[in-house]
Structures are given as structure tokens and as C-alpha cells.
């Protein structure tokens, strides 16, 4: 039985685990304050915040809760905006009052939700980090630039938040209830959830694919989620190689010091992948099985040549992240197998790791094409390359062939525009909404020298570049 | 006993509506309470874009436990007709279909997803016929909806005998996707003697009444339509909220149960139409001195397979058509050409913009091809009092050269124009593009009947006061600018005032809420039901003060006589009124004067007035990948004299962010077969809050405004979706800053990530 709080209620939902929490507060609870705008995580006006326990931690994320099942809610405190309202306005309702920041009001609470998602979370309070969490909430109207300056209101009033503050802080200074204090002795008090076997249960990451593609299937489907097992979640390294477990989401890897320490710009990499709460949602397992063949985890950790361990029962067996994909959306994995464990070699101090990613819209939108290399190198030369890109081709690709001709070669813009020329034999593009077929083999060279002129700016110029296309 | 009111709870100058908001206390139609038997709705639309339709099988739907009942065309008791200017579109598809997903049947069952999942089992046999979906084509075979339009000012052919500078060139606008985050829907309930109370979301509750009358083949008195808010409209739900309407309405009326429909986002895209998509020829004629003196141009409007609002659309993009310059010799056709899309229909500036992008198109293409700054020709034929506009009206409090010079001004272009070369001289991968887009919008319906509002206020023997109009508030604050109306004449805290919903039956016969003008036509029709009430007032506060009524002011909640205070209050005042058998109720009714059009000559006084403005944008481009971003808007804007500053700013920029949208990533793809490939978030990109320019700075144009308009403040809606047209020419300038030697073949918006790669690394 799935069993969570509900702003200061505990739920025992009678429903269908796959039943989405969007449709289970609105129509089951009848609170309304949560509105729909897509059904698929792409405009935030479901936002609402999921706090779970994590090492003793309550920790609280947003969340579109249209596409989260019941059965992702276990054990956690999901809050709407019934559940923050006071008898007065937050800081926050009131900063966007002040600032002008609704105009409609239906993306409004999305925002609000995000909003108070920054005020209780540890990212550093300046207006950067208050606007990316909005980063998933559209406004048509379009009221950003008052949103900005509410965000902005908002960032100033969390700088005055006590470090590892405790909820007290939020609920004196009136952006929570004074019912917040106690949710983690109440989610403490839960029992531990029960094992359940995968058996024939679909089995369910963050659900942000899934409640895209079939919603009406999902809804009815008996579920197993990954999320709810901590021990799917861990990211460490052994051995010079760094392990992480299916069920760590985007954001699991975006805020781990170790993910941070290997990869500089890796924050600066997960700005281009989808949305905060997405992020928050999106497990990397979910991400390579579901198989786009512009999947941006999957583009970012071919370019690792990653491995994955694949489990079924107690049997698992290993395959090359490059492998894996045979054909479009067909995978090297057996019914009943699932993806466990990704692993990838540290890379060493001589190797640079870079990802692109162009779309009609910079952020939240899905790759015209995508790509990551890690380039190692001795001096000039090339000592040897991973090279991956999306978008070009029935599946994800592992660029090995333009991978194999850099090694060896010497920096410079005749063996660069050489190489842009072998990586177009490797790919198959077609036209659809994302662009023409011509295009992105364009945006595909494109990115194979921003690759370079972003590593090894001293080295090659786009001018360079551009003339040895010429010569 | 009279209960205080708690004052200073509601602050006008913000968004009324706002606390609600913040809150999730809106309650927009899906938050209705549900009644008990509700049937949910769902449509099974045509898999093809165009066909005869031989026959229906709803067998296995029927079947499906939880399906009430299954509705086509031949169960619709009035005419099958949806059509709001030409009968040409039917509710449910019947012998043919015109579009992809147009609606063949109407499915009720006990649940939504029980309605879908039957609506998923209907099949139709339809013999396929030709699918168009470009407009020349569309005309070329002589599909048109309506006549063709032409406008005339001079003779343009014996101008440009005298041209020293002559362009010609093509200019094409893509359709826009609404995208209103809360979807089209109604809800209806059925009422005693056959009547029937529709929630809607709609622009226009009584567009949903006549059409619901129609259908249902009953009298309008027996529709009563109630709009709350709307999460979203910009003219999306001004016509086309009518057909959803009408199909609760039928299963209401048929079942005689409540019957709720909210479309799915990804239906709501499918089915519903667009902006118009324009494609469009021009031929410009310029003197030395680089003043236009000629100008042509021939207008191909895709509507899309029924007329809708398109021929008032059409019109609308001729009355643009120079946008803010003074053109001596005009000679443009519009057509309205009939395709196989959803028909399209209006959105925020209605035809404006995409005439506007076509003189902007001729002018840059002038500009480049003899060497000089676009600039120049803009600003060298800018509109002044006295102009002659192609349709015979002649510009009065023109604002075109005072905002444009106050915004070289104030935001120093020259400064902005050198920082601009010297970073693109000193920049090898990222380039910086400058472009100016002043506007002109006439402010009114452009069918003068329309341009009339009523309003109902009811003063309650406490004090308290009810105000109903027929404006809709969509977002766009028209209920604070109307509580400001009962405030400002009243003289009571705004905290005695609700904006009731705007209902048919309190408020009869209403234009939609669009065109900018809501707030200008109700609020003055509010404007005099308050009057009325308070020149009653007035009498009973004189005879209780034993004065005369003209020597009577209210302020601050106080008679004054001669201005010195008395110790009657609002209150008492109007208790004394209500003992007296004083009416304390009035209807307004406001018709805006002077406007006329005579469409046999195409000319006449269409607008009560124009709103003017200047916009600076500078882009910067990332040429080795083809992204951009806009470092500045920089606006000045004429207001007239802003009753709300917050409101007004809050349209400015949200109406500047949607025409950007429209110019770069808003993308609507139709395949060849006429389905739509761009039908949910993920394929069509609206902005987001990192797409929107880094600064924008919007400064209010001193000026003493309009007397045509609210309290002399400037319709706000539509116009500044303008400006967007600047960023398209920004980014094209700063690709042709990297790749001098390319221009686009043709104007083409919007200037996507793709063309602009495509653009920066043309040979």
C-alpha cells in the first residue's frame, strides 16, 4: 500500500499505483490550486515539492507531479499550494504579488512551488540560482521579467537563511506552516517500505518518459520503482572508476562533488539538460532505456564509453554503453533484465571532457544535436578520443571511426576539418521537427569544433576552422 | 447592521486578481466543482486532412462500458454551423472533412479517460481528396474565402515611374500557437424549460451564446454563458472556444445531464487554429533622399479550411500595412486563402504584425542592397500629424517621431551603434546585431459595429457594489482597470468593489473581449452606469445637506459640499438612498463616437486612435553553433496617460516576449499531409524564462493620451506583440556581421536556430 503525507495529511490512496499525484490531488483530493498545462513536464504549472528522507535529511525537490506516479510518492511528503498557504502570504506569493509577476495566474502556483523549492533547498541564495529553479515553469503571458525581479526579491530574503538551517528558520520568517517542523518525524515514523519483487511489475524510473509517451497505460499499470531504492542511487568511485546506480537522477549527478571534481562544467552541462524539475525526476537508467537516440545522459556518457551492468534475478552480465543500443528503440536487454549500474573509467588528468547541445530553444527543449567527446591528449597530439553524438541517427552514437582517426594527430584545423569530414559517414540524419537533414550535419561539424575551440581555444580558431573548409 | 469593510486589503495599483493567484484560489473552469452524472467528452477527429466522408463506426465505442452515448452531425437538432463570420464551418464533420482532426463525433462517458480511450475506437471510411497547405497554391486553384481586399492611397504605378531605388521581394510570417497554459473548455449544466448555464473559457461569451443557440436550433435567452478568467487567451478563444462550447451544450441538452469538456493539451494543438500564416509579395519605390514614395504589396493569407475570424484578419493586415511611415502611393491585395489546416484564426495584433513584417522586409532588403543602415529609411518616413493613412484616416496626436526620437535618446543609439561595431570587429565567434521596430496600431474593431459595451453596477443597501461588464479578464488586468473605474467615480475603497464574472444574462449582446479595446469600451460604458447612480446620489446627499446637487462631491468615502467635508459617509448615504426608493442600480452603454468605414471605397476613420511606439533590440549570435540571445529591448512606448503602470508594463513586456517568440523559435510545422508535427510542448517551443532579451527597459512616452481612451490611457494588448518583428531583423543583421555576403533569399520568419546556421555559413 503506498502511503505518504499530503501537505499535513497522511494518504493511503486506494488507486492504482501508476494513478499520476497530479490526478490524485486534483480529482481524488479536489485541491485545485494545481493546475494543468501539458500532462508531460514540459510547462511546470503541476509543480509541486516532494520532501523524502535522505541519510536523516528531509530534503525537498520540485517536482511535475503529471508525470509522477503514486507509487514514486511513498514515504515522501509531497506539498501543493494548499499545503503552503498561510493566513497571510509567503514571502515568496507576496514577492510576486509585489513584482506584478501574474498575469493569468495558471502558471502562477508552478512558480510559486519552484520558488519556495529554492527557499528551502542548499543552493547557494543569489538571483542566478533563484531563476533556474524556474527554469521548467512557462509563462504565456508572459510575465518573466517581474518573475526575475520576484526571484530576484526572493534570492536577497534567503541570503538572511541560517546555514544548515532547520525548518524553523522557514517557518518563522512565514514561507512555510508551522507543520513542516514535524514531517520529518512523521515520514520517520512510516515503516520501511516492503521489498517488492520485480516479478512482471513495470518497472519505473522518474517516470518522465514514460508518463509522456503512454500516460493512459501507465495509469493502469502495476508498478516497481527504481526511486524508492536508495541503493540504485549512489554515485562512488573504486578502482579509478566511478559507479553509478540506475536510479541517480540528473540532478543526483549534477550535485555530487565527485560527478563536480571530475567534470568542472558539469553544472554548466546540466543547464542544457532539460529542467530543474526534471531533472529531479530523470534517472540516468530511465535515460539509456529509453532509448532516444538523443537521449542527452546517454550522448554525455557514450562520450565516457560507460558501461552498463545489467541484472535479471541474481544473474547480471555487462555490455558497453556503445553496444547497447541496437536498433532504434532496441536494446541489448532481455525481458525481465534491468539496467543496475552504470561505470565509467575515471578519466586522468591529461584527458578534457566537453558536451554540446543546440535545440530551437537553448534550454528545456530536446537536442537538434547533441555531443560529448573526452579528448586525451600529450602535448599537440591527440593520444586518443571518445566522441559521441544524438540526433543523426536511429540510435545514439558512438562516433568510433572519427574517434580512431583523431588519435595520433596533431591539434590543428586541416586534421580538425579532415575529422568533420569522416564523422558525416557516420551518421544518417533525416529531416523531422528538429531540423533538416542538412542541418544538422552542419550543426554536427559545428559541434565537433566547438569541442575544440572550447578545450583548446589556443589552439584553433573558429576563423582557421572556416578557411580550412575553404582551402 | 452594516459591517465595515477591512480597508487597504485591495491595492489597485497591482493586479487585483493577484492574491488569488499566488494562492491557487483562481478558479478557472476545470476547477469548477463537479456535479453528480457529469458526462465527460471526448472527439474523435478526422486521421485525414481532407476527404469525403462515407461513413462512421462507432460500434466498438459504443460497446466500451462507460460510454453514454456517442453524438455525430445528424444528431444535432439546429443548424450544424460554427461559423462566425461566414457559415462555412461545421461543429461535427458530416459529408466532408476539411482538416486533420476535424471533429466527426462526440463521445459522452462517465469518465475523461473512459471517453478517450472510446473516442481511440472509432473508425471512419473517408475516400481521400488533395491536401493544400500553402497559401499560393490554395490560390492559384482559386480558393478563397470571402473577396479579395484592396487597399489604394495615390497611384503607385505612376510613382514608381519617379522611384530612384525599386525593390522587390517576398516575405513569409509562420503561424503562431497560442499556447494558453489552461486549455480550451466548458462545462454545461442544464437548467429548467430546456435552458441551459455554460462555464466557458472564452474571449467571447456571447460568440459561445449565438453559437450554442444555433446549434441547438433554441432561442439565445435560453444560453446563459458565465466566464470567470481564463488562463490564457490571445485570441485563441475568441472565436474558436465557440466550438467546445457548443458540443457540452449538445450532450446537455440531448441527455439533459451536465456535460464537461477540457481539452488535452496536445488535442487543444491539433484541432484548434493558429496565428495566420502569411506568405506575401511587395515591391517598394524609394526617392534619393530615400523617402518611400511607392509601395505594393499582395498579401496570401492561409486560413486555413473555414473562414473563422480570417477575413477580419486579412483586413487587419492592410490597415498595417505601412506600419508607422507615411506612404504617399500604396496598392495592396489581400486574399484570404482557403487550405486544408485547422482554421486559423486570431492572435494578439490580428493580421497587424504579419503586415507590418512585410514593410519592415522591403525596407531592410532597400537598405542593404544600396549600403546604409535601415535605420535611415525608417526614420526618414515616419509617420507626423496631418499623414494620410492608405485607408483615408489622417494621423492626429501622432507619436511615431517623438518616440522614436526619445528612444535614440534616452538610450543613447549612437553609443549602442558604436558598442555594437567595435564588439563585432573585436569578436570572432560571437556577433552582435542592432535593428529598430517602431509601431502603429489602430485602436478599435475595424468592424465599427462592434465597438459598443454595457455595464450593470448594483450599489447594495450596505455599500457595497457589484460591478458586471462585458469584458473578460484573460491576464491582461481588465478587472482592476475596471474596479479602478467604479473607485475613481464612487470615491469608495476599492475593497466595497467586486468585479463579478462576465455573464450574458447581466451583460447582453457583447463584442469579445479583444482588439485591445475591452478596457476603453467597457470601462467608459462603466463609466456611465456610475454616473447615473452617483448624479442620484448626489440628489439625496443634497436634500439630507439641504444644498444643491451641483455643489456635491464624493471623496475618500465623504460627501463634500462646495469641498469642505460634511459628516455624511458612503454608508449612510446610501442607506438614505435605498429608503428614499432611489434606483441604486444602472446599466451603461458606451458606443465609441466618429469611427466609420466604408468598405466599398476601403476607406474611412476605422480607429478612435493609434498607439505608437519605438523599440531597440540588439541580439548577439553565436556563429559557431546558430544560437542567439537578445542583450537589450530598450522601448519607448506611448501609454497615453497609464491608469495602471504595473498592468501596463506587465502587458508591454509579456506582448514584446510572444512577438519574439513568434519571430524565432515558435515554429508550426504542418507535413504534407497536412498534419500537424508540432502538437505539444516538446516540439513546439514557446519562450522560456532564459530566451528572454537579458534587459528589457520600457519607458512611458510623456504625453497626454487620448480622450477616446479609458481615463486617457493608451489600449495596451496588441501592441507591443510589434516590437517582436525587430528581433527577427536583429538577428539576421548580426549573421550578415559574420557572413557579409549572404542575405536570405526571402524573408522568412521566424529565424530559427536552423536558418540562422544555415544563414551563417552560406557560401
Not at chain 2, 535601415?374 to 507626423?384: D, F, M, W
Not at chain 2, 549570435?621 to 498592468?647: E, L, P
Amino acid at each position: 500500500m503506498v502511503q505518504f503525507i499530503l501537505n499535513n495529511q497522511e494518504v493511503q490512496p486506494k488507486l492504482a499505483v501508476g494513478t499520476t499525484i497530479l490526478d490524485f490531488i486534483r480529482y481524488h483530493k479536489h485541491l485545485k490550486g494545481t493546475k494543468i498545462g501539458c500532462r508531460e513536464g514540459d510547462c511546470g504549472a503541476c509543480t509541486v515539492l516532494v520532501g523524502e528522507l535522505i541519510e536523516g535529511d528531509l530534503r525537498y525537490q520540485s517536482m511535475t507531479s503529471c508525470l509522477m506516479p503514486l507509487e514514486n510518492a511513498h514515504g515522501k511528503h509531497i506539498v501543493s499550494v494548499e499545503g503552503i498557504n498561510q493566513n497571510t502570504l509567503s514571502p515568496i506569493q507576496q514577492a510576486i504579488v509585489e513584482e506584478g509577476g501574474t498575469q493569468c495566474g495558471f502558471c502562477t502556483i508552478g512558480f510559486v512551488m519552484s520558488l519556495t523549492g529554492f527557499a528551502m533547498n542548499s543552493e547557494t541564495a543569489n538571483s542566478e540560482n533563484a531563476i533556474a529553479a524556474i527554469d521548467g515553469n512557462i509563462c504565456r503571458c508572459t510575465g518573466y521579467k517581474s518573475l526575475e525581479r520576484a526571484a530576484a526579491r526572493i534570492s536577497e530574503m534567503k541570503k538572511g537563511k541560517p546555514e544548515a538551517a532547520d525548518f524553523n528558520w522557514l517557518v518563522q520568517e512565514g514561507f512555510l506552516p508551522a507543520y513542516f517542523k514535524d514531517i520529518k518525524a512523521r515520514l520517520e515514523a512510516f515503516s520501511a517500505k516492503d521489498k517488492i519483487t520485480i516479478g512482471t511489475k513495470k518497472i519505473v524510473g522518474g517516470g518522465t518518459d514514460l508518463y509522456v509517451q503512454r500516460p493512459e497505460e501507465m495509469a493502469k499499470t502495476e508498478l516497481h520503482s527504481f526511486l524508492n531504492d536508495a541503493g540504485l542511487r549512489t554515485i562512488n568511485e573504486q578502482n579509478g572508476h566511478v559507479y553509478i546506480g540506475a536510479a541517480a537522477t540528473a540532478e543526483d549527478i549534477r550535485s555530487n562533488p565527485l560527478m563536480q571534481k571530475i567534470f568542472p562544467n558539469l553544472r554548466e552541462h546540466m543547464k542544457l539538460v532539460s529542467s530543474t524539475p526534471i531533472r529531479n525526476m530523470a534517472t540516468i537508467g530511465g535515460n539509456f532505456v529509453n532509448a532516444s537516440p538523443i537521449g542527452d545522459m546517454t550522448i554525455f556518457f557514450l562520450a565516457l564509453d560507460a558501461t552498463l551492468l545489467l541484472t535479471k534475478d541474481d544473474n547480471s552480465r555487462i555490455v558497453k554503453l556503445r553496444h547497447f543500443y541496437k536498433a532504434y528503440k532496441q536494446l541489448d536487454l532481455e525481458a525481465d533484465e534491468h539496467v543496475e549500474q552504470l561505470y565509467f573509467k575515471t578519466p586522468p588528468a591529461n584527458a578534457l571532457f566537453n558536451f554540446e547541445k543546440v535545440c530551437k530553444r537553448t534550454h528545456l527543449d530536446i537536442a537538434s544535436v547533441n555531443s560529448a567527446c573526452l579528448i586525451f591528449t600529450k602535448g599537440d597530439i591527440i593520444t586518443g578520443a571518445h566522441l559521441s553524438a544524438g540526433g543523426l541517427a536511429a540510435t545514439p552514437k558512438y562516433l568510433a571511426q572519427t574517434a580512431l582517426f583523431l588519435a595520433g594527430k596533431q591539434i590543428n584545423a586541416e586534421v580538425l576539418f579532415a575529422a568533420s569530414q569522416l564523422i558525416q559517414t557516420e551518421v544518417s540524419p533525416i529531416s523531422d521537427a528538429r531540423g533538416s537533414a542538412e542541418y544538422k550535419r552542419l550543426l554536427l561539424r559545428q559541434l565537433f569544433y566547438a569541442h575544440f575551440l572550447k578545450l583548446f581555444p589556443g589552439k584553433v580558431s573558429l576563423a582557421s576552422l572556416t578557411q580550412a573548409k575553404n582551402s | 447592521m452594516i459591517k465595515n469593510i477591512t480597508k487597504g486589503k485591495v491595492d489597485t495599483s497591482r493586479n487585483i486578481d493577484s492574491h488569488n493567484h499566488v494562492t491557487g484560489r483562481s478558479i478557472y473552469v476545470d476547477d469548477l466543482p463537479e456535479l453528480q452524472g457529469t458526462l465527460y467528452l471526448a472527439v474523435f477527429g478526422s486521421p485525414v486532412a481532407h476527404g469525403h466522408l462515407r461513413s462512421v463506426d462507432l460500434s466498438a465505442a459504443e460497446k466500451l462500458p462507460g460510454v453514454f452515448r456517442i453524438f455525430t452531425a445528424k444528431d444535432i437538432p439546429g443548424a450544424n454551423q460554427i461559423g462566425g463570420i461566414i457559415p462555412d464551418e461545421p461543429l461535427l464533420a458530416d459529408k466532408e472533412v476539411h482538416f486533420h482532426e476535424m471533429p466527426i463525433a462526440l463521445v459522452a462517458a462517465e469518465s475523461e479517460a473512459i471517453a478517450m480511450e472510446a473516442a481511440k475506437l472509432i473508425t471512419a471510411e473517408i475516400d481521400p481528396l488533395p491536401v493544400i497547405i500553402d497559401p499560393r497554391e490554395a490560390f492559384a486553384k482559386g480558393h478563397i474565402s470571402g473577396s479579395p481586399r484592396t487597399f489604394q492611397l495615390g497611384d503607385s504605378n505612376k510613382a514608381f515611374a519617379e522611384c530612384a531605388h525599386i525593390f522587390e521581394g517576398k516575405a513569409d510570417s509562420g503561424g503562431q500557437e497560442h499556447l494558453y497554459i489552461e486549455t480550451q473548455g466548458a462545462y454545461a449544466i442544464p437548467m429548467e424549460n430546456g435552458s441551459l448555464r455554460i462555464a466557458s473559457s472564452t474571449q467571447g461569451p456571447t460568440a459561445v451564446q449565438r453559437t450554442i443557440a444555433g446549434v441547438l436550433g433554441i432561442p439565445m435567452h435560453k444560453i446563459e454563458v458565465d466566464v470567470t478568467r481564463l488562463g490564457g487567451g490571445f485570441g485563441g478563444k475568441e472565436d474558436q472556444a465557440s466550438a467546445w462550447g457548443a458540443m457540452v451544450a449538445l450532450v446537455a441538452h440531448l441527455t439533459n445531464k451536465p456535460a464537461k469538456f477540457v481539452l488535452h493539451r496536445m488535442d487543444d494543438m491539433r484541432m484548434t487554429g493558429k496565428r495566420n500564416p502569411y506568405s506575401s509579395d511587395y515591391k517598394i519605390g524609394l526617392d534619393k533622399d530615400y523617402k518611400i514614395i511607392a509601395y505594393e504589396a499582395t498579401f496570401y493569407q492561409n486560413s486555413g479550411a473555414a473562414a473563422d475570424l480570417s477575413p477580419a484578419i486579412l483586413e487587419r493586415t492592410l490597415f498595417h500595412l505601412n506600419n508607422s511611415y507615411y506612404i504617399p502611393n500604396v496598392l495592396a491585395t489581400a486574399y484570404s486563402c482557403r487550405t486544408n489546416l485547422p482554421p486559423n484564426t486570431a492572435f494578439r495584433g490580428f493580421g497587424g504584425p504579419q503586415g507590418m513584417f512585410v514593410i519592415e522586409s522591403a525596407i531592410h532588403q532597400a537598405a542593404n542592397t544600396l549600403g546604409i543602415d535601415p535605420i535611415v529609411i525608417q526614420e526618414a518616413n515616419l509617420l507626423k500629424d496631418g499623414d494620410v493613412f492608405p485607408y483615408g484616416q489622417i494621423a492626429k496626436e501622432a507619436e511615431a517621431i517623438s518616440c522614436w526620437e526619445e528612444s535614440k535618446e534616452r538610450f543613447d543609439l549612437k553609443k549602442i551603434r558604436e558598442e555594437v561595431a567595435n564588439f563585432n570587429a573585436n569578436n570572432e565567434a560571437l556577433k552582435k546585431g542592432l535593428a529598430l521596430m517602431p509601431i502603429c496600431f489602430g485602436i478599435s474593431f475595424t468592424n465599427t459595429m462592434m465597438n459598443n459595451a454595457r455595464a450593470l453596477v448594483h450599489v447594495y443597501s450596505d455599500g457595497s457594489i457589484g460591478v458586471s461588464t462585458g469584458a473578460v479578464e484573460m491576464g491582461q488586468g481588465v478587472n482592476t482597470k475596471m474596479l479602478q473605474v467604479a473607485a475613481h467615480y464612487f470615491a469608495v475603497a476599492p475593497e466595497r468593489i467586486k468585479i463579478e464574472s462576465t455573464n450574458t444574462t447581466r451583460v447582453a449582446n457583447t463584442s469579445p473581449t479583444a482588439a485591445s479595446s475591452t478596457a476603453d469600451l467597457n470601462g467608459k460604458a462603466l463609466a456611465h452606469a456610475c454616473t447615473q447612480i452617483l448624479d442620484r446620489l448626489k440628489e439625496v446627499a443634497a436634500s439630507s445637506l439641504d444644498t444643491s446637487a451641483d455643489k456635491i462631491t464624493l471623496k475618500n468615502e465623504t460627501v463634500y459640499v462646495d469641498d469642505i467635508a460634511s459628516d455624511l459617509q458612503w454608508e449612510q448615504l446610501i442607506l438614505s438612498a435605498f429608503q428614499q426608493r432611489v434606483n441604486l442600480s444602472a446599466k451603461g452603454h458606451y458606443s465609441t463616437p466618429t469611427i466609420h468605414f466604408d468598405k466599398t471605397t476601403e476607406k474611412g476613420h476605422p480607429f478612435a486612435y493609434h498607439v505608437y511606439g519605438t523599440a531597440i533590440f540588439v541580439s548577439t549570435v553565436d556563429c559557431i553553433r546558430g544560437t542567439y540571445t537578445f542583450d537589450a529591448v530598450k522601448i519607448v512606448h506611448d501609454f497615453g496617460a497609464s491608469m495602471n503602470r504595473m498592468i501596463d508594463l506587465g502587458q508591454t513586456e509579456g506582448g514584446l516576449v510572444q512577438g519574439i517568440g513568434w519571430m524565432t523559435m515558435e515554429e508550426v510545422i504542418y507535413d504534407e499531409t497536412g498534419r500537424l508535427r508540432s502538437d505539444a510542448l516538446s516540439t513546439y517551443k514557446i519562450p522560456d524564462i532564459y530566451a528572454v532579451p537579458k534587459e528589457i527597459d520600457v519607458h512611458f512616452l510623456k504625453t497626454d493620451g487620448s480622450d477616446m481612451a479609458l481615463f486617457k490611457s493608451k489600449a495596451v494588448g496588441e501592441p507591443p506583440l510589434l516590437y517582436g518583428v525587430g528581433a527577427y531583423f536583429s538577428v539576421i543583421n548580426a549573421v550578415r556581421a559574420f557572413n557579409p555576403n549572404w542575405m536570405p533569399e526571402f524573408y522568412d520568419a521566424p529565424i530559427t536556430p536552423e536558418k540562422v546556421l544555415m544563414g551563417l555559413y552560406a557560401i
